[in-house]
């Protein structure tokens, strides 16, 4: 009966030791990853400026025209009136001028291009499909 009491205090040590190894093992595979993400996405958010180029959370791209405390005013498209006051949080990704222009013009990655500059190339053919139905009906 004492042997019985004996091993049942041992086995509490090794389940407290095993509950501690299970929330180290929680926090270095999910909290500490993700704090790392939000620092990145907050650097990111304050490294923006006028003229970058941004794809907001629900997809579209645009070009910075204005930038508050708290809100970011996106032009989307080449349309001046359509420009839209947003928090930014809803910002996802951003992409500087300099980066886009950088992945067009390297040789070596022919594949791979800037986001803005796909954006930028799908209203250039718009405009061409755009003028050129004009063009046809008069």
């Given amino acids: 009966m004492i042997f019985a009491s ?3 205090a041992g ?5 407290i030791i095993m509950m501690v190894g299970l929330i180290a093992i929680m926090y270095f ?4 990853p993700q704090r790392k993400e939000q620092k990145k996405m907050q650097e990111m958010l304050s490294a ?3 003229g970058d180029a941004v794809m907001t959370t629900g997809g ?3 070009i910075v025209i204005d930038i508050s405390e708290e809100d970011v005013i996106v032009e989307f498209g080449n349309n001046k009136n359509c420009r839209i006051p947003m928090k930014r949080e809803a910002i996802a990704s951003v992409e500087k001028p300099g980066q886009a222009v950088a992945a067009a013009s390297a040789p070596a990655k022919p594949a791979k291009r800037g986001k803005a500059a796909k954006a930028e190339e799908v209203v250039e053919e718009a405009k061409e499909a755009k003028e050129t139905a004009e063009d046809e009906v008069k």
């Fill in 29 to 32: 595979l999910m909290i500490r």
């Fill in 60 to 62: 579209f791209y645009g």
């Fill in 48 to 50: 923006m400026e006028v």
């Fill in 6 to 8: 004996g091993a049942a």
């Fill in 11 to 15: 086995g509490g040590s090794t389940m």
